[in-house]
């Protein structure tokens, strides 16, 4: 089984600032890791996703995250955030074990990014 | 390509009726997957189909079901409907020719109010 976990459940921000929101997650199988974005009203929007390779993955909208396996974090990060990247977002994962993973994402609770001017 | 598609957006059902949701997945795609979006317990995984069968279920009732069609083409249904019922239904789709690596990409979701 797995389980993800959002370290905040609401970021406020600045406009132009830095911005890391946090995920750690439990498998005990190897997995992939996925944030997802949703704005109000709509549905989920694939922002990047780490399957294998370089631990450092870059995503749409200038975000980019940090597997640490040793941690069992996939921390999401932006250098400058805007006004539009207000929403909310998920950290998510699914693993290679087949059987009772197909087609099976599991969330965390989501993190709300409110950015002020 | 058009993306996943979900009809109807927005539905009012009372207690004790049945609704059925509709998914259309991207054109290629062969999974469908369904979630339930709740305030209390957020993202919660319901079913995944592939080729017609269900080769996944999550933690839910059987009051909620599922099948996919030979176009790819998914419905949920729901019957005695509860007020807890009440959430944002997503569907997902992914190319599934090779396991979970494959990227789900979702639609824009169906609001189910139970009255």
């Known amino acids: 089984a797995q389980s993800v976990t959002q370290l905040d459940s609401q970021v406020p921000v600045f406009e132009e600032a830095p911005v890391e929101l946090r995920c750690n997650y439990s498998?005990?199988?190897?997995?992939?890791l996925f944030w997802y974005v949703q704005y109000p009203n709509q549905g989920l929007q694939l922002l990047l996703k780490y399957l294998s390779g370089s631990t450092l993955v870059k995503g749409i909208n200038g975000f980019e995250a940090e597997f640490n396996k040793s941690q069992t974090s996939f921390h999401l990060r932006k250098p400058s955030v805007h006004i539009s990247d207000t929403a909310e977002y998920f950290c998510?994962?699914?693993?290679?074990?087949?059987?009772?993973?197909?087609?099976?994402?599991?969330f965390g609770q989501g993190t709300i990014l409110t950015v002020h001017p | 390509k058009a993306g996943v598609t979900q009809t109807p957006r927005y539905l009012i059902k009372t207690r004790g009726q049945q609704v059925t949701l509709s998914c259309s997945p991207i054109s290629g795609h062969r999974s469908v997957s369904w979630y339930q979006q709740t305030p209390g317990q957020g993202l919660q995984f319901l079913f995944e189909?592939?080729?017609?069968?269900?080769?996944n279920k999550g933690n839910f009732p059987g009051r909620f079901s599922g099948r996919q069609f030979s176009n790819s083409r998914s419905e949920m249904n729901v019957s005695t409907l509860e007020l807890g019922d009440s959430a944002l239904y997503l569907c997902a789709s992914s190319l599934a020719f090779r396991d979970s690596q494959e990227t789900q990409y979702f639609g824009p979701g169906t609001r189910l109010l139970v009255l």
């Open positions: 998510a994962v699914s693993d290679n074990a087949g059987g009772t993973s197909y087609g099976k994402l599991t």
């Open positions: 498998s005990s199988v190897s997995v992939y």
């Open positions: 189909y592939f080729s017609e069968t269900q080769r």
